[in-house]
């Protein structure tokens, strides 16, 4: 995999007996192949694959193929199964509340799933003030209730985001997404009052007075302090390529919206739930939000999201202002309260922050070995590197070769970054070390091959 654009190949030869890797056709297999032509027949063009492959089951980090085809998932659905595909814990009482109610509508008969979830949530967030919790179907959801209720709690209108940010489809969260394609292409005119800032990251060594000097002039230039309701950041960034933010900036940032009235939201949705070695990623960085979004791996698997944060900002909204037919479904509830015991006693947050150390170790040396790979980064067991031309320039034919050349041999593995040459590592946390070694020998061949 030299960088250039590759004619796709088989994975070459059988796989050893010991591995978990288990190819019995090419890939994409003929039943792939066949549901890819009624997807294309059937299905909106909009929606991207990574890959051709149509999965029939998932345990663990194991993911079955329609052709009996099982790979070593390194995406987690895009970080959704931090627990692990089916985890027992989550299918039992996802299993047991289905029996019981399926749906009934908060807004309608409310039921206790919902209620002691919102209780867990605010025991379990940042920061020791009263909170109330809010609960939605995905983390665009979340986002957009974010800045309704920031807007209700302030008066004011305007919103400060961050480049390389990713913070969901629907209108709001889509204007605060930073990159113009493919997510907003087509689908002028956007929302307003929205202004955006330099991330507060760089490789190497990192001047957190002057990034944050940079971020007051956009606050002073493209609007007012006075005008803002919110600023929103992730802690760590997710789509625009695992970049955690500086924690010193962080702890200025959070002086600033303190003294100038703006709520501060965390976006944590693909950062949250263990997926950094602490249940949430500020936890690591210092900081406390005023606001905090997450979904993605809350539901272990099954669709919720929510909002977190101080009471007295989350009841700004007048009764009725923020709700919605499927919000924290009970069976969606119950799973997360499940998800949510998985990380009780600590053992598989330990387990996250071993594979972190694990992994860098591991892609720190490929980049020493390897010039084409750029920078190393992340948080914990969400880590990402960089492929860079002979300049130093992004390889985005690079990454997605290596993704590519990953999926036809036997591993799922997601590309990021803004200009998406970054190839990004979200292995369920119940990966086995040997699960691990085996699909780090695939990226690592993929590396070194030279077609």
């Keep these: 995999m030299a960088g250039t654009k590759t004619k796709s190949r088989p994975a070459s030869g059988p796989k050893p007996a010991a591995g978990a890797i288990r190819l019995r056709t090419t890939v994409p297999g003929p039943k792939s192949q066949a549901l890819m032509a009624r997807r294309k027949a059937a299905v909106a063009r909009g929606p991207f694959h990574a890959t051709p492959v149509f999965v029939e089951s998932a345990h663990g980090a194991l993911l079955t193929d329609v052709d009996g085809n099982v790979f070593i998932d390194l995406a987690a659905g895009i970080g959704v199964v931090n627990t692990g595909h089916t985890a027992e814990a989550v299918v039992a009482a996802a299993r047991a509340q289905a029996g019981k109610l399926l749906h009934a509508s908060f807004n309608t008969t409310p039921y206790e799933p919902y209620v002691a979830l919102c209780e867990a949530l605010n025991a379990k ?5 009263a909170k109330k919790t809010f609960l939605a179907n995905s983390g665009a959801e979340a986002v957009e209730n974010a800045v309704k209720i920031a807007r209700a709690h302030t008066g004011r209108a305007g919103l400060l985001c961050f480049e390389h ?5 629907t209108y709001m969260a889509m204007t605060l997404t930073a990159k113009a394609k493919p997510y907003k292409y087509g689908f002028s005119p956007l929302c307003s009052d929205v202004y955006r800032a330099p991330y507060p990251y760089a490789p190497g060594a990192f001047d957190a007075k002057a990034a944050f000097k940079r971020f007051l002039d956009v606050a002073a230039v493209q609007t007012m302090p006075s005008q803002l309701a919110a600023v929103i950041i992730e802690p760590v960034v997710g789509e625009g390529g695992f970049m955690p933010a500086d924690k010193a900036f962080l702890g200025y940032l959070r002086e600033w919206c303190t003294a100038n009235g703006v709520v501060l939201i965390a976006d944590e949705i693909q950062c949250g739930f263990g997926r950094t070695g602490t249940l949430f990623a500020c936890e690591q960085l210092g900081l406390v939000p005023d606001l905090l979004t997450t979904a993605k791996g809350l539901g272990g698997g099954l669709p919720i999201s929510a909002v977190v944060g101080r009471a007295e900002m989350m009841d700004a909204p007048v009764e009725g202002g923020i709700g919605g037919t499927f919000g924290g479904n009970p069976v969606s509830a119950a799973a997360a309260l499940a998800v949510l015991g998985l990380f009780e006693d600590g053992t598989l947050l330990a387990r996250a922050k071993a594979l972190g150390a694990s992994m860098r170790k591991t892609l720190e040396g490929w980049r020493r070995a390897n010039p084409r790979v750029g920078d190393v980064r992340g948080l914990g067991p969400m880590l990402a590197f960089e492929l860079v031309k002979a300049d130093g320039g992004p390889d985005a034919d690079a990454a997605k ?14 590309t990021a970054g803004s200009h998406g040459n970054c190839l990004r590592l979200l292995p369920p946390l119940v990966i086995t070390d040997a699960q691990l070694a085996e699909a780090f020998a695939v990226l690592e061949a993929g590396l070194k091959d030279k077609r």
């Design 125 to 129: 967030s940042p920061g020791a003030h």
């Design 165 to 169: 940010a990713f913070h969901g489809r």
């Design 401 to 414: 070769a290596l993704a590519r050349w990953c999926y036809e041999r036997g591993v799922v593995v997601l």
